[in-house]
């Protein structure tokens, strides 16, 4: 195997979803990697190879790289700085009330680095950042540094699913490097060989073999646009099959055929259009407003991204006409057991759950609000103290008179209906019940896109 170069790394807001496994990642590709964030917390537990982030299998990657000292996490952002010759940023942009992304932490990571590079660094934005900001970071570095002497950065936004983050990271649909300067180009290029060489300094089980990866080389502003258009595309598909389901659910198909049907033409396939309660998580709705925003800001009208949103928002309500046609419009004392709290399936986060915003509305009514999740039991509760949260599934099955089902865990698609009392009623956002069984046991329920 060819002899990689193995470059000291920095990752600057290391202990969040995109910053840890990026970091993990790195890592296991052979470079030396520094980890930081202000999360003083989860930098400690990520010490002893633990993490709050949920990711399937990265504590277990996680502790070989410990043992072998191929990792290392802190809470000095000075420190970081000084060890690496490439900083990737992946600290947060949330959305502002205007759809803006909020730019502050980027900057302050930015007036950091303008302060404390004392040798040539190439920073690489990982963070989704509005078009433009490459050219704001670049403006506070020159404020002190000259730019391809001192610094240089770089555009390399990520594709990775939450839940799915290393098997994103070890088999990407794509690497983007956005850069003017050919120095960061090669260097980012470099950097990323032993991924596509498979080439790893502990073993993983995520790499698939002989899939072929793909670099393109941009401009930062070609590929911050990517990025966009990547998230606002894939918030249409989802937009786009919930409107196939409201309408054929009114004049009587049934969604599951409808979807292979049309998955069946090449052009279309069927992935990444299963209908439900919407979008929800920390990406797509914001990355969606972002991109408004800055059609907006240039004077062009997106008609049809702002349609995608509005479905969106729509789409919850479609779920609470649904109960209503249920127990009436009055939902006082009535009990409503939820089936998945977390943004979506396989995930921790609910960060952005519409399953919670649902729960919340619900419990604003006065009904009594059941929720169940397999791996964000914890941090529902957290978010809503009013929703009574069991990870026994039995328990929440039992307490209901309505059993709604939000996303596509498994086990939600596996539920013995023989113990349910025949008298409860099902919701399923997703298409994933057995409907024989439901009738088996007389049981009522609603298909969402199904009549
Ligand atoms: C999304 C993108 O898929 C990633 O490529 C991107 O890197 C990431 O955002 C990001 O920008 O950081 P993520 O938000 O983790 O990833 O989750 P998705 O799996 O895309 O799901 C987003 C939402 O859409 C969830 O609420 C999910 O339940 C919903 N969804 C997804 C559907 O309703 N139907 C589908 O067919 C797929």
Redesign the pocket.
Known sequence: MTKHKSYKIGVIGGAGY?GLVTSVGLASIGHNVLSQDLNLNRINLLKNGKSEVYEEGLENILSDLITQKLINFTHNIEQTISHSDVIFVAVGTPSLADGRADMSQIISVAEKLRDLIDHHTIVVVKS?VPVGAIEIIQDILSERLTIGEDFDVVSNP??????SGLVDFYNPSRIIIGSNTDFARKSLKEIYQPLIQRDYKVSNPFSIKNQIIEILLTDPVSAQMI?YA??AF?AT??SY?NEIAGISEKVGGNISDIIYGIGLDPRIGSD?????I???????DK?LRALITLSEENYFDSVMLNGVLRRNDLQLQEVINKINFVLGSSLYKHKISILGLA??EG?NDVRHS?SIRLAKFLIEQGAIVTGHDILAAKEAAEMEDKLIVSDNLNDVLNQAEIIIIL?SEKIYSQIDWSIISPKTYIIDTRGIVNIDELKKYSIEYDILGTK
């Open positions: 995109v989704t990520e594709f990775l699913r939450e839940g990025k990547s998230n894939l598909r989802i099959i990444y259009l299963k209908p439900g919407g979008f929800g998580g920390p990406c797509l990355d943004f979506k995930t519409l996303n």
